[in-house]
Protein backbone atom coordinates (compact mmCIF):
# COMPACT_ATOMS: atom_id res chain seq x y z
CA UNK A 1 0.00 0.00 0.00
CA UNK A 2 1.00 3.64 -0.95
CA UNK A 3 2.02 5.41 2.00
CA UNK A 4 3.55 9.30 2.17
CA UNK A 5 7.30 7.83 2.68
CA UNK A 6 7.18 5.33 -0.06
CA UNK A 7 5.62 7.50 -2.61
CA UNK A 8 7.64 10.42 -1.52
CA UNK A 9 11.23 7.97 -2.41
CA UNK A 10 9.50 7.48 -5.64
CA UNK A 11 8.28 11.44 -6.61
CA UNK A 12 11.91 12.47 -5.93
CA UNK A 13 13.99 10.22 -7.57
CA UNK A 14 11.91 11.18 -10.83
CA UNK A 15 10.50 14.14 -10.65
CA UNK A 16 11.28 17.96 -10.70
CA UNK A 17 8.68 20.66 -9.14
CA UNK A 18 7.94 23.82 -9.96
CA UNK A 19 8.76 27.04 -7.81
CA UNK A 20 11.28 24.62 -5.52
CA UNK A 21 15.14 24.20 -4.70
CA UNK A 22 15.03 20.42 -4.87
CA UNK A 23 17.52 19.80 -2.02
CA UNK A 24 14.96 21.71 0.59
CA UNK A 25 13.49 18.15 0.26
CA UNK A 26 16.31 16.31 2.23
CA UNK A 27 15.48 17.95 5.12
CA UNK A 28 11.42 19.39 4.53
CA UNK A 29 9.13 16.27 3.11
CA UNK A 30 7.08 16.34 0.08
CA UNK A 31 3.57 15.64 0.61
CA UNK A 32 1.85 13.08 -1.51
CA UNK A 33 -2.06 14.23 -1.24
CA UNK A 34 -4.55 10.76 -1.71
CA UNK A 35 -7.83 13.11 -2.37
CA UNK A 36 -9.44 16.19 -1.55
CA UNK A 37 -12.78 17.15 0.04
CA UNK A 38 -14.15 19.88 0.29
CA UNK A 39 -11.47 22.84 1.55
CA UNK A 40 -9.91 19.87 2.96
CA UNK A 41 -6.80 17.72 1.30
CA UNK A 42 -5.72 14.44 2.71
CA UNK A 43 -2.21 12.82 2.57
CA UNK A 44 -1.78 9.11 2.17
CA UNK A 45 -0.87 8.78 5.85
CA UNK A 46 -4.12 10.34 6.53
CA UNK A 47 -3.20 13.60 7.78
CA UNK A 48 -5.12 16.66 6.81
CA UNK A 49 -4.31 20.06 5.76
CA UNK A 50 -7.05 23.27 5.06
CA UNK A 51 -5.98 24.56 1.93
CA UNK A 52 -5.90 28.50 2.79
CA UNK A 53 -4.04 29.06 -0.58
CA UNK A 54 -6.90 27.77 -2.92
CA UNK A 55 -4.06 25.70 -4.21
CA UNK A 56 -2.19 28.47 -5.64
CA UNK A 57 -5.05 30.63 -5.79
CA UNK A 58 -6.68 28.19 -8.22
CA UNK A 59 -9.92 26.58 -6.24
CA UNK A 60 -12.97 28.00 -5.41
CA UNK A 61 -15.91 25.99 -4.65
CA UNK A 62 -13.79 22.96 -2.91
CA UNK A 63 -11.71 19.76 -4.32
CA UNK A 64 -14.60 17.13 -5.42
CA UNK A 65 -16.83 19.76 -5.95
CA UNK A 66 -20.18 17.51 -6.50
CA UNK A 67 -21.79 20.12 -9.47
CA UNK A 68 -18.23 20.32 -11.56
CA UNK A 69 -17.92 16.81 -10.62
CA UNK A 70 -21.23 15.98 -12.47
CA UNK A 71 -20.85 18.40 -15.21
CA UNK A 72 -16.93 16.90 -16.27
CA UNK A 73 -18.42 13.27 -15.57
CA UNK A 74 -21.39 14.19 -18.48
CA UNK A 75 -18.85 16.06 -20.57
CA UNK A 76 -16.25 13.03 -20.42
CA UNK A 77 -19.32 10.54 -21.98
CA UNK A 78 -19.41 13.17 -24.73
CA UNK A 79 -16.18 14.73 -25.59
CA UNK A 80 -12.98 15.87 -24.05
CA UNK A 81 -11.02 17.56 -26.72
CA UNK A 82 -11.47 18.69 -30.53
CA UNK A 83 -8.59 20.68 -32.68
CA UNK A 84 -9.91 23.99 -32.22
CA UNK A 85 -9.36 25.60 -35.64
CA UNK A 86 -11.62 24.19 -38.15
CA UNK A 87 -13.79 22.85 -35.94
CA UNK A 88 -15.67 23.75 -32.53
CA UNK A 89 -17.91 22.59 -30.06
CA UNK A 90 -20.77 23.43 -27.65
CA UNK A 91 -18.95 24.27 -23.96
CA UNK A 92 -16.49 26.72 -25.98
CA UNK A 93 -18.96 28.35 -27.14
CA UNK A 94 -21.34 28.08 -24.23
CA UNK A 95 -18.48 29.50 -22.10
CA UNK A 96 -17.37 31.93 -24.41
CA UNK A 97 -20.56 33.64 -24.53
CA UNK A 98 -20.94 33.51 -20.93
CA UNK A 99 -17.86 35.04 -20.37
CA UNK A 100 -18.17 37.88 -22.93
CA UNK A 101 -21.68 38.44 -20.66
CA UNK A 102 -20.07 39.11 -17.32
CA UNK A 103 -16.58 40.66 -18.32
CA UNK A 104 -17.07 44.41 -18.41
CA UNK A 105 -18.43 46.04 -21.58
CA UNK A 106 -17.31 45.97 -24.60
CA UNK A 107 -15.00 42.77 -24.32
CA UNK A 108 -16.70 40.95 -26.91
CA UNK A 109 -14.46 38.16 -28.45
CA UNK A 110 -12.71 35.31 -26.40
CA UNK A 111 -9.63 33.59 -27.65
CA UNK A 112 -8.22 30.12 -25.21
CA UNK A 113 -5.26 29.18 -24.21
CA UNK A 114 -4.17 26.88 -21.84
CA UNK A 115 -2.77 28.30 -18.81
CA UNK A 116 -2.03 32.33 -17.44
CA UNK A 117 1.49 32.78 -18.84
CA UNK A 118 -0.11 31.69 -22.24
CA UNK A 119 -3.04 34.15 -21.71
CA UNK A 120 -0.48 36.42 -21.02
CA UNK A 121 1.73 35.77 -24.24
CA UNK A 122 -1.36 36.12 -25.94
CA UNK A 123 -2.25 39.59 -25.33
CA UNK A 124 1.13 41.19 -25.90
CA UNK A 125 0.84 39.82 -29.27
CA UNK A 126 -2.50 40.50 -29.97
CA UNK A 127 -1.48 44.13 -29.01
CA UNK A 128 1.43 44.36 -30.94
CA UNK A 129 -0.15 42.70 -33.75
CA UNK A 130 -2.88 45.15 -33.90
CA UNK A 131 -0.99 48.33 -34.64
CA UNK A 132 1.20 46.39 -36.85
CA UNK A 133 -1.88 45.32 -38.85
CA UNK A 134 -3.38 49.10 -38.46
CA UNK A 135 0.80 50.19 -39.98
CA UNK A 136 2.02 51.41 -36.53
CA UNK A 137 5.28 49.55 -36.89
CA UNK A 138 6.92 52.16 -34.62
CA UNK A 139 4.75 50.42 -31.53
CA UNK A 140 6.77 47.96 -30.36
CA UNK A 141 7.31 48.62 -26.33
CA UNK A 142 5.12 47.58 -23.11
CA UNK A 143 4.92 48.96 -20.28
CA UNK A 144 4.22 47.59 -16.96
CA UNK A 145 4.22 48.08 -12.84
CA UNK A 146 7.46 47.67 -10.70
CA UNK A 147 6.62 44.60 -8.55
CA UNK A 148 4.43 42.96 -10.92
CA UNK A 149 3.88 39.13 -12.37
CA UNK A 150 2.65 38.01 -15.11
CA UNK A 151 3.83 34.30 -15.59
CA UNK A 152 7.14 32.66 -16.29
CA UNK A 153 7.31 31.95 -20.20
CA UNK A 154 9.58 34.61 -21.92
CA UNK A 155 7.22 37.32 -22.71
CA UNK A 156 5.07 36.88 -19.57
CA UNK A 157 8.44 36.69 -17.59
CA UNK A 158 9.48 40.37 -19.66
CA UNK A 159 6.64 41.99 -18.68
CA UNK A 160 7.15 41.04 -14.72
CA UNK A 161 8.89 42.53 -12.20
CA UNK A 162 9.69 40.44 -9.65
CA UNK A 163 13.57 39.70 -9.27
CA UNK A 164 13.31 36.21 -7.80
CA UNK A 165 11.61 35.06 -10.72
CA UNK A 166 13.54 37.10 -13.80
CA UNK A 167 16.77 37.91 -12.60
CA UNK A 168 18.07 34.69 -13.59
CA UNK A 169 16.75 35.26 -16.99
CA UNK A 170 17.09 38.84 -17.62
CA UNK A 171 19.32 38.21 -20.95
CA UNK A 172 16.94 36.66 -22.41
CA UNK A 173 14.16 38.88 -22.13
CA UNK A 174 12.55 41.33 -24.34
CA UNK A 175 13.40 45.44 -23.03
CA UNK A 176 10.43 46.91 -21.36
CA UNK A 177 9.41 50.44 -19.76
CA UNK A 178 9.13 49.62 -15.62
CA UNK A 179 7.33 52.28 -14.13
CA UNK A 180 7.21 52.34 -10.80
CA UNK A 181 4.13 51.26 -8.81
CA UNK A 182 0.77 52.33 -6.92
CA UNK A 183 2.15 49.74 -3.80
CA UNK A 184 0.23 51.38 -0.85
CA UNK A 185 2.81 49.95 1.69
CA UNK A 186 4.92 52.70 0.75
CA UNK A 187 2.16 55.25 1.63
CA UNK A 188 3.20 57.83 3.92
CA UNK A 189 1.42 57.44 7.71
CA UNK A 190 -1.77 58.97 7.49
CA UNK A 191 -2.05 58.96 3.70
CA UNK A 192 -5.04 57.13 1.97
CA UNK A 193 -5.08 54.66 -0.51
CA UNK A 194 -7.01 56.65 -3.06
CA UNK A 195 -4.39 59.72 -1.87
CA UNK A 196 -1.06 57.65 -2.68
CA UNK A 197 -2.31 55.78 -6.04
CA UNK A 198 -3.19 58.97 -7.19
CA UNK A 199 0.00 60.58 -6.48
CA UNK A 200 1.99 57.70 -8.27
CA UNK A 201 -0.04 57.60 -11.19
CA UNK A 202 1.93 61.20 -12.31
CA UNK A 203 5.02 58.30 -12.82
CA UNK A 204 2.82 56.19 -15.26
CA UNK A 205 1.06 59.84 -16.92
CA UNK A 206 4.77 60.53 -17.29
CA UNK A 207 6.12 57.18 -18.73
CA UNK A 208 3.29 57.27 -21.77
CA UNK A 209 3.74 61.06 -22.75
CA UNK A 210 7.17 60.00 -23.01
CA UNK A 211 7.01 57.07 -24.60
CA UNK A 212 3.44 56.72 -25.63
CA UNK A 213 4.22 56.68 -29.44
CA UNK A 214 6.31 53.45 -29.11
CA UNK A 215 4.41 51.39 -26.80
CA UNK A 216 1.72 48.80 -27.65
CA UNK A 217 0.61 48.41 -24.39
CA UNK A 218 0.55 48.78 -20.44
CA UNK A 219 -0.44 45.46 -18.61
CA UNK A 220 -1.18 45.37 -15.03
CA UNK A 221 -2.46 43.27 -12.29
CA UNK A 222 -5.85 45.13 -11.09
CA UNK A 223 -6.00 45.78 -7.30
CA UNK A 224 -3.14 43.22 -6.11
CA UNK A 225 0.04 42.85 -7.30
CA UNK A 226 -0.37 38.58 -5.94
CA UNK A 227 3.08 37.48 -6.44
CA UNK A 228 4.53 40.50 -5.76
CA UNK A 229 3.79 40.01 -2.25
CA UNK A 230 0.39 40.25 -1.91
CA UNK A 231 0.88 44.13 -2.38
CA UNK A 232 -2.69 46.09 -3.24
CA UNK A 233 -3.86 49.42 -4.48
CA UNK A 234 -6.53 51.69 -5.09
CA UNK A 235 -9.00 51.61 -8.25
CA UNK A 236 -8.39 55.29 -8.87
CA UNK A 237 -5.29 54.44 -10.43
CA UNK A 238 -7.16 51.83 -12.46
CA UNK A 239 -9.59 54.49 -13.40
CA UNK A 240 -6.43 56.86 -14.13
CA UNK A 241 -4.34 54.62 -16.39
CA UNK A 242 -7.55 53.92 -18.44
CA UNK A 243 -7.85 57.16 -19.37
CA UNK A 244 -4.32 57.79 -19.99
CA UNK A 245 -4.19 54.97 -21.80
CA UNK A 246 -6.72 56.54 -24.56
CA UNK A 247 -5.42 59.84 -24.16
CA UNK A 248 -2.01 58.23 -25.11
CA UNK A 249 -3.20 55.75 -27.80
CA UNK A 250 -2.08 52.68 -25.61
CA UNK A 251 -4.21 49.55 -25.02
CA UNK A 252 -4.75 48.51 -21.37
CA UNK A 253 -4.29 44.99 -21.02
CA UNK A 254 -5.73 43.86 -17.18
CA UNK A 255 -3.98 40.66 -16.29
CA UNK A 256 -6.96 39.10 -14.05
CA UNK A 257 -5.80 35.81 -13.85
CA UNK A 258 -4.91 35.68 -9.99
CA UNK A 259 -7.85 38.35 -9.17
CA UNK A 260 -10.62 37.56 -11.09
CA UNK A 261 -13.76 35.47 -10.15
CA UNK A 262 -14.05 37.33 -6.91
CA UNK A 263 -11.43 37.23 -5.35
CA UNK A 264 -11.27 41.20 -4.48
CA UNK A 265 -14.69 41.07 -3.90
CA UNK A 266 -16.78 42.06 -7.21
CA UNK A 267 -16.56 39.56 -9.98
CA UNK A 268 -13.42 41.24 -11.83
CA UNK A 269 -11.05 43.57 -10.12
CA UNK A 270 -11.91 46.15 -13.04
CA UNK A 271 -15.45 46.75 -12.07
CA UNK A 272 -14.25 48.76 -9.28
CA UNK A 273 -12.76 51.37 -11.14
CA UNK A 274 -16.19 51.04 -13.61
CA UNK A 275 -13.79 50.57 -16.25
CA UNK A 276 -12.95 48.09 -18.77
CA UNK A 277 -9.93 47.49 -20.49
CA UNK A 278 -8.88 46.98 -23.96
CA UNK A 279 -7.64 42.79 -22.91
CA UNK A 280 -8.71 40.85 -19.94
CA UNK A 281 -6.81 37.78 -19.25
CA UNK A 282 -8.38 34.72 -17.56
CA UNK A 283 -7.12 31.72 -15.78
CA UNK A 284 -6.74 29.79 -12.66
CA UNK A 285 -10.25 30.20 -10.85
CA UNK A 286 -11.52 30.08 -14.76
CA UNK A 287 -12.20 26.58 -14.23
CA UNK A 288 -12.88 26.64 -10.34
CA UNK A 289 -9.46 25.17 -10.18
CA UNK A 290 -10.45 22.09 -11.50
CA UNK A 291 -8.19 22.16 -15.53
CA UNK A 292 -5.64 24.44 -16.69
CA UNK A 293 -8.00 26.93 -19.31
CA UNK A 294 -7.11 30.84 -19.78
CA UNK A 295 -9.12 32.90 -21.86
CA UNK A 296 -7.98 36.29 -23.67
CA UNK A 297 -11.31 38.89 -23.86
CA UNK A 298 -10.94 41.69 -26.33
CA UNK A 299 -12.92 44.41 -28.23
CA UNK A 300 -14.94 43.95 -31.40
CA UNK A 301 -12.32 46.98 -32.37
CA UNK A 302 -9.17 44.78 -32.06
CA UNK A 303 -11.30 41.66 -33.64
CA UNK A 304 -11.73 43.71 -36.99
CA UNK A 305 -8.52 44.79 -37.14
CA UNK A 306 -7.55 41.49 -37.93
CA UNK A 307 -10.50 40.10 -40.23
CA UNK A 308 -9.43 40.50 -43.53
CA UNK A 309 -8.62 38.64 -46.64
CA UNK A 310 -6.27 35.75 -46.52
CA UNK A 311 -3.97 36.88 -48.97
CA UNK A 312 -3.61 40.12 -46.83
CA UNK A 313 -1.66 38.13 -44.31
CA UNK A 314 -2.92 39.97 -41.37
CA UNK A 315 -4.68 36.83 -39.37
CA UNK A 316 -3.74 36.53 -36.04
CA UNK A 317 -1.13 33.31 -35.17
CA UNK A 318 -1.12 31.86 -31.94
CA UNK A 319 -2.11 28.38 -31.16
CA UNK A 320 -1.75 25.82 -28.49
CA UNK A 321 -2.58 21.94 -29.36
CA UNK A 322 -5.49 22.11 -25.91
CA UNK A 323 -7.22 25.54 -27.34
CA UNK A 324 -10.38 25.28 -25.95
CA UNK A 325 -9.87 22.09 -24.76
CA UNK A 326 -13.68 20.68 -23.76
CA UNK A 327 -13.65 19.13 -20.40
CA UNK A 328 -11.73 22.47 -19.15
CA UNK A 329 -14.75 24.70 -21.08
CA UNK A 330 -16.69 22.41 -19.02
CA UNK A 331 -15.44 23.13 -16.32
CA UNK A 332 -15.87 26.86 -16.94
CA UNK A 333 -19.27 26.53 -17.23
CA UNK A 334 -20.29 24.67 -14.06
CA UNK A 335 -17.93 27.35 -12.25
CA UNK A 336 -19.87 30.21 -13.07
CA UNK A 337 -23.23 28.19 -12.86
CA UNK A 338 -22.53 28.24 -8.85
CA UNK A 339 -21.51 31.99 -8.92
CA UNK A 340 -24.83 32.48 -10.31
CA UNK A 341 -27.06 30.22 -8.72
CA UNK A 342 -25.46 30.64 -4.79
CA UNK A 343 -25.08 34.35 -5.13
CA UNK A 344 -21.77 33.95 -4.29
CA UNK A 345 -20.34 37.84 -4.71
CA UNK A 346 -22.94 38.91 -2.28
CA UNK A 347 -22.02 35.97 0.24
CA UNK A 348 -18.36 36.70 -0.39
CA UNK A 349 -18.62 39.93 1.52
CA UNK A 350 -19.61 38.21 4.35
CA UNK A 351 -16.74 35.94 4.17
CA UNK A 352 -14.47 38.83 3.80
CA UNK A 353 -15.74 40.79 7.06
CA UNK A 354 -15.47 37.33 8.72
CA UNK A 355 -11.52 37.35 7.61
CA UNK A 356 -10.99 40.67 8.62
CA UNK A 357 -11.94 39.49 11.86
CA UNK A 358 -10.21 36.49 12.35
CA UNK A 359 -7.13 38.68 11.00
CA UNK A 360 -7.85 41.18 13.35
CA UNK A 361 -5.40 40.63 16.63
CA UNK A 362 -2.40 40.60 13.90
CA UNK A 363 -2.88 44.76 13.66
CA UNK A 364 -0.81 44.99 16.71
CA UNK A 365 1.09 41.92 17.18
CA UNK A 366 4.89 43.73 17.55
CA UNK A 367 6.57 42.08 14.06
CA UNK A 368 3.71 42.89 11.83
CA UNK A 369 3.71 45.92 9.89
CA UNK A 370 0.68 45.90 8.01
CA UNK A 371 -2.70 44.19 8.05
CA UNK A 372 -3.99 44.24 4.30
CA UNK A 373 -6.79 43.04 3.01
CA UNK A 374 -9.25 43.19 -0.90
CA UNK A 375 -12.31 41.13 -0.92
CA UNK A 376 -11.15 37.37 -0.35
CA UNK A 377 -7.40 38.07 -0.13
CA UNK A 378 -5.68 38.71 3.22
CA UNK A 379 -2.11 39.47 3.42
CA UNK A 380 0.31 40.16 7.06
CA UNK A 381 3.27 42.04 6.28
CA UNK A 382 6.09 40.65 8.79
CA UNK A 383 9.00 42.53 9.72
CA UNK A 384 11.73 42.49 11.81
CA UNK A 385 11.31 46.17 13.03
CA UNK A 386 7.62 47.48 13.34
CA UNK A 387 8.32 51.48 13.95
CA UNK A 388 11.17 50.76 11.25
CA UNK A 389 9.64 48.43 9.09
CA UNK A 390 13.07 46.87 8.21
CA UNK A 391 12.62 43.32 6.80
CA UNK A 392 14.03 40.20 7.93
CA UNK A 393 16.81 38.94 5.50
CA UNK A 394 15.22 36.99 2.98
CA UNK A 395 18.05 34.36 3.88
CA UNK A 396 16.38 33.82 7.21
CA UNK A 397 13.32 32.35 5.55
CA UNK A 398 10.89 32.80 7.77
CA UNK A 399 7.85 32.55 5.74
CA UNK A 400 8.64 28.84 5.52
CA UNK A 401 8.89 28.23 9.44
CA UNK A 402 5.35 29.42 9.00
CA UNK A 403 4.64 27.10 6.53
CA UNK A 404 6.12 24.55 8.55
CA UNK A 405 4.51 24.71 11.14
CA UNK A 406 1.08 25.56 10.13
CA UNK A 407 1.68 21.83 8.27
CA UNK A 408 2.23 20.59 10.93
CA UNK A 409 -0.97 21.97 12.54
CA UNK A 410 -3.06 20.81 9.72
CA UNK A 411 -3.03 24.45 7.80
CA UNK A 412 -1.98 24.47 4.29
CA UNK A 413 -0.56 28.06 4.26
CA UNK A 414 2.34 29.38 1.64
CA UNK A 415 4.02 32.06 2.66
CA UNK A 416 5.39 34.74 -0.08
CA UNK A 417 8.93 34.93 1.75
CA UNK A 418 7.69 37.19 4.74
CA UNK A 419 3.92 37.77 3.78
CA UNK A 420 2.05 35.14 5.27
CA UNK A 421 -1.83 35.62 3.53
CA UNK A 422 -4.83 33.64 3.23
CA UNK A 423 -6.88 33.27 -0.31
CA UNK A 424 -9.12 30.02 0.68
CA UNK A 425 -11.75 29.01 -1.42
CA UNK A 426 -15.34 30.52 -1.55
CA UNK A 427 -16.63 27.83 0.63
CA UNK A 428 -14.72 28.32 3.89
CA UNK A 429 -16.33 28.61 6.94
CA UNK A 430 -16.26 31.25 9.44
CA UNK A 431 -14.64 28.42 12.33
CA UNK A 432 -12.03 26.98 9.43
CA UNK A 433 -10.89 30.85 9.07
CA UNK A 434 -10.99 31.12 12.93
CA UNK A 435 -8.21 27.79 12.64
CA UNK A 436 -6.20 29.10 10.11
CA UNK A 437 -5.40 32.62 11.57
CA UNK A 438 -5.14 30.83 14.66
CA UNK A 439 -2.53 29.15 13.27
CA UNK A 440 -0.55 31.44 11.52
CA UNK A 441 -0.65 33.25 15.05
CA UNK A 442 1.36 30.54 16.73
CA UNK A 443 3.46 30.17 12.92
CA UNK A 444 4.35 33.51 13.28
CA UNK A 445 5.17 33.08 17.41
CA UNK A 446 7.69 29.83 16.29
CA UNK A 447 9.26 32.08 13.20
CA UNK A 448 10.20 35.40 15.09
CA UNK A 449 11.82 33.35 17.64
CA UNK A 450 15.71 34.12 18.19
N1 LIG B 1 -0.57 36.43 -14.09
C1 LIG B 1 -0.81 36.49 -12.78
C2 LIG B 1 -1.32 37.77 -12.19
C3 LIG B 1 -0.59 35.38 -11.97
O1 LIG B 1 -0.79 35.45 -10.65
C4 LIG B 1 -0.14 34.17 -12.58
C5 LIG B 1 0.09 32.90 -11.78
N2 LIG B 1 0.43 33.03 -10.47
C6 LIG B 1 0.09 34.17 -13.95
C7 LIG B 1 -0.14 35.31 -14.68
C8 LIG B 1 0.59 32.93 -14.66
O2 LIG B 1 -0.34 31.93 -14.70
P1 LIG B 1 0.13 30.42 -14.90
O3 LIG B 1 0.83 30.03 -13.63
O4 LIG B 1 -1.11 29.64 -15.14
O5 LIG B 1 1.05 30.41 -16.08
Known sequence: MSSNQSLSERDLSVLWHPCTQMKDHETSPIIPIKKGQGVWLEDFDGNRYLDAISSWWVNLFGHANPSINAALKDQLDTLEQVIFAGFTHESAISLAEKLVEITPSGLTRCFYADNGSAAVEVALKMSFHYWRNLGQTQKTKFITLENSYHGETLGALAVGNVALYKETYAPLLMDVITVPGPDCYHREPGESWADYSTRRFALMEQALQQHGDSVCAVIIEPLVQCAGNMRMYDPVYLKLLRDACDKYNVHLIADEIAVGFGRTGTLFACEQAAISPDFICLSKGLTGGYLPLSAVLTTDRMYQAFYDDYQNMTAFLHSHSYTGNALACRAGLATLEIFQQHHIIEKNRALAATMAKAAAR??????????????????????????????????????????????SKGVLLRPL?????????YIVTEEELLLIADVAWQGIQRAIKD
Open 417 to 425: GNVIYFMPP
Open 362 to 407: FHDHPNVAEVRQTGMILAIELVKNKQTREAYPWQERRGLKVYQYAL
